[in-house]
């Protein structure tokens, strides 16, 4: 049971402690309630090159980062479709530097054009390298746009297209600030060795004189039910055929999330998944084959990924891979498969909460999520699935006219 404190400072700020004694360390996440589902879809690619500009230095802190490691510290970040998140882990002796640096960038961040310019430059070039100059590297601005219609999820956080980054402006991003970063539209998390009463103390010596900023209120349009299969083949200069396919599910706190999440661990739970024996190790259609849903929290997608073996006719892997998900919508699955499968979540998420900023990241996000208790009842969410919850969830979101498909083939040399 992972026991938590949680209040809120006068400008919205929302606090969680988790006290931790066996550690030397604490873990400060904040975690943001912006992401890529948030920009202009004239403009993407915004929300991740400002993840970059946090690092530019505040108003009153030249650079982030040389205060942090002269503390002992370690820091990082990550932007997704939905949230913009900022952690660091430091002795705890040292942590009111950890408050000093971010409340100091909450505050104002440091932006000037000579920063911006280098900075998009940065992510440009990541954008090249990651996305268009390494085989397969273009899936995702293909499969996104192929399987959403409407919903900002149809582009991927590095952005739609890179002319998008190149045309962006420093007013964009001061923007940008002024409409999400502030106080109550954040969500800052302390796991380790604080007490509650000091982590108190140092928000509202650190964060409470931060003034309430207005937050652009989020209005998503909802994407509509997919009601046909769809396709989109490409050629392109690429070793292998590849086969990628995508069904439409709820989002991250809908009621089929963790049995969704459940199948594609049947289905490609490593080398013991359903996929990969019959059709990598059995048949030798696939060279590899992956599951995985996108926990996103709006309605996300599961998507299934793999890398054909050569010279196999593509109809002939996709419709083998239709017979491996169509068995589980029949009553094949044993007990003895679902548990294991249960059990190795089990054991996944009792590890992984040992870490203190795991515990930070997810406190965070179960509180935006409405209810950070959520952590201490993930595993039982998991174990209540039982085998005839799995049949229905597959047959229910694993159909035909759910499903879009890419067809990614390797350019045929004349």
Request: aromatic share 6%; hydrophobic share 35%.
């Given at each position: 049971m992972i026991h938590f404190s949680r209040f809120s400072l006068d400008n919205g700020l929302r606090v969680i402690v988790h006290e931790d004694r066996s550690t030397p360390l604490v873990a400060m996440n904040i975690l943001y309630d912006v992401g890529s589902k948030d920009e202009d879809p004239a403009m993407t690619g915004l929300a991740h090159l400002f993840e970059h500009?946090?690092?530019?230095?505040?108003?009153?802190?030249?650079?982030?980062?040389?205060?942090?490691?002269?503390?002992?510290?370690?820091?990082n970040a990550f932007t997704n479709n939905d949230v913009t998140d900022y952690y660091l882990t430091i002795p705890a002796g040292n942590i009111e530097t950890g408050f000093w640096l971010e409340s100091d960038r909450m505050l104002e961040p440091g932006f000037s054009q000579k920063k911006f310019d280098i900075q998009k430059n940065v992510v440009i070039e990541e954008f090249k390298q990651r996305y268009l100059?390494?085989?397969?590297?273009?899936?995702?601005?293909?499969?996104?746009?192929?399987?959403?219609?409407?919903?900002?999820?149809?582009?991927?956080?590095?952005?739609?297209?890179?002319?998008h980054l190149e045309n962006l402006k420093l007013d964009h991003a001061v923007g940008f600030f002024h409409s999400y970063y502030t106080t109550d539209n954040a969500v800052l998390t302390l796991t380790g060795n604080i007490k509650p009463e000091v982590a108190y103390d140092l928000a509202v010596k650190w964060f409470g004189p931060i003034?309430?900023?207005?937050?652009?209120?989020?209005?998503?349009?909802?994407?509509?039910?997919?009601?046909?299969?769809?396709?989109?083949?490409?050629?392109?200069?690429?070793?292998?055929?590849?086969?990628?396919k995508t069904w439409h599910m709820g989002g991250r706190s809908s009621k089929d999330y963790y049995s969704l999440d459940?199948?594609?661990?049947?289905?490609?739970?490593?080398?013991?998944?359903?996929?990969?024996?019959?059709?990598?190790?059995?048949?030798?259609?696939?060279?590899?084959?992956?599951?995985?849903?996108?926990?996103?929290?709006?309605?996300?997608?599961?998507?299934?990924?793999?890398?054909?073996?050569?010279?196999?006719?593509?109809?002939?892997?996709?419709?083998?891979?239709?017979?491996?998900?169509?068995?589980?919508?029949?009553?094949?699955l044993t007990d003895n498969e679902l548990e294991k499968v249960k059990n190795k979540f089990e054991s996944s998420t009792v590890l992984s909460n040992t870490s203190i900023l795991n515990k930070a990241l997810n406190l965070s996000m179960y509180e935006l999520m409405g209810d950070p208790d959520l952590i201490n009842r993930e595993v039982d969410s998991f174990r209540a699935i039982d085998r005839s919850i799995v049949r229905d969830t597959a047959i229910r979101y694993l159909r035909p006219e759910n499903c879009s498909t890419l067809y990614y083939m390797s350019a045929r040399i004349v």
């Open positions: 500009l946090m690092y530019c230095g505040s108003a009153n802190i030249p650079e982030y980062d040389l205060p942090l490691q002269l503390a002992g510290g370690e820091n100059n390494q085989p397969y590297g273009d899936v995702m601005l293909l499969l996104r746009p192929l399987a959403y219609t409407i919903h900002p999820y149809r582009w991927p956080t590095i952005g739609m297209d890179v002319s003034p309430r900023r207005p937050v652009t209120i989020r209005k998503l349009p909802q994407e509509p039910a997919q009601s046909e299969g769809k396709t989109h083949t490409v050629e392109k200069n690429v070793p292998y055929d590849a086969l990628y459940l199948i594609t661990d049947l289905l490609a739970g490593g080398e013991s998944g359903r996929l990969y024996n019959r059709l990598v190790r059995e048949k030798n259609l696939f060279s590899e084959i992956n599951a995985y849903i996108t926990s996103d929290i709006d309605p996300g997608l599961i998507i299934l990924s793999g890398k054909l073996m050569k010279g196999i006719n593509i109809d002939k892997a996709e419709n083998a891979v239709n017979d491996v998900i169509n068995e589980l919508k029949d009553t094949t």
